[in-house]
């Protein structure tokens, strides 16, 4: 599992030995920090912090503020049967979720991600190949002299376009728009408009910290807890 991408499991394996402090809880003014009980270490810990309108998201993987609802908990809890529904452990809605944020703003949630890139590219190639193969009727050997030139096409784009991946979203885009396969009537001329970028491993994290920490609370409050 790498870690650059954060997934449900990665986080729940960040939080394993964590434990809920409630600071304070009265209504919709709450703060409740988790992290290791000490000696342990304050590794991934993380604050949620509400008050009227507002949720703050603050720790070792960044500080976030939402505005949607009075209770913000309410907000948060609004995805979690749907995503439970469909066998995830939390439930998160990165698109909407982001759509709040106030601090950053949602752009600052997103990153060039050369993954999203690299499947742009594979797309368009992709679409040339069912656009340019032969008829059904075409001779065994026009389908090898396809084969032939898919196969070149293929491998120039690798060499020219998909080497620049990892170079940064300007880089990677340049390298596409200027990319001219004339010999097979193929370009990337829609390549400035593809939409490369994607939610950072920290905007994931704490997301899915909100919705994790949300439910540790409700389960606190269905035990009895008091503040």
């Known amino acids: 599992m790498s870690r650059h991408e954060c997934t449900e499991d990665l986080f729940l394996k960040d939080v394993s030995g964590h434990a809920m402090e409630v600071i304070r809880d009265d209504g919709v003014h709450r703060h409740l920090r988790f992290r290791k009980p000490r000696p342990a270490g304050s590794e991934y810990w993380f604050d949620l912090i509400t008050w009227p309108e507002m949720l703050c998201i603050d720790g070792d993987m960044g500080t976030y503020v939402f505005r949607r609802l009075d209770d913000m908990f309410q907000f948060f809890r609004t995805d979690r049967e749907y995503n439970k529904d469909r066998g995830r452990k939390l439930g998160i809605n990165l698109g909407y979720w982001s759509e709040k944020l106030r601090a950053p703003d949602s752009r600052a949630a997103e990153e060039y991600s050369a993954d999203k890139f690299r499947q742009y590219v594979k797309e368009a190639f992709a679409q040339w190949v069912e656009q340019t193969q032969p008829d059904d009727d075409a001779s065994d050997d026009e ?22 991946a990892d170079d940064g979203e300007i880089r990677a885009h340049d390298s596409a728009t200027g990319f001219e396969g004339r010999r097979w009537n193929f ?33 606190h409050k269905a035990k009895g807890g008091t503040p």
Do not use: M, N, P
């Not at 389908?143 to 620049?164: M, P, Q, Y």
């Not at 829609?190 to 389960?219: L, N, S």
């Open 143 to 164: 389908r090898a002299a396809f084969d032939t030139e898919k196969v070149a096409l293929w491998g120039e784009i690798e060499d020219d376009v998909l080497c620049a």
């Open 187 to 219: 370009s990337f001329s829609d390549a400035w408009e593809w939409d490369c970028r994607d939610y950072t491993f920290h905007f994931v994290w704490c997301c899915y910290a909100i919705a994790w920490g949300i439910e540790i609370y409700d389960e």
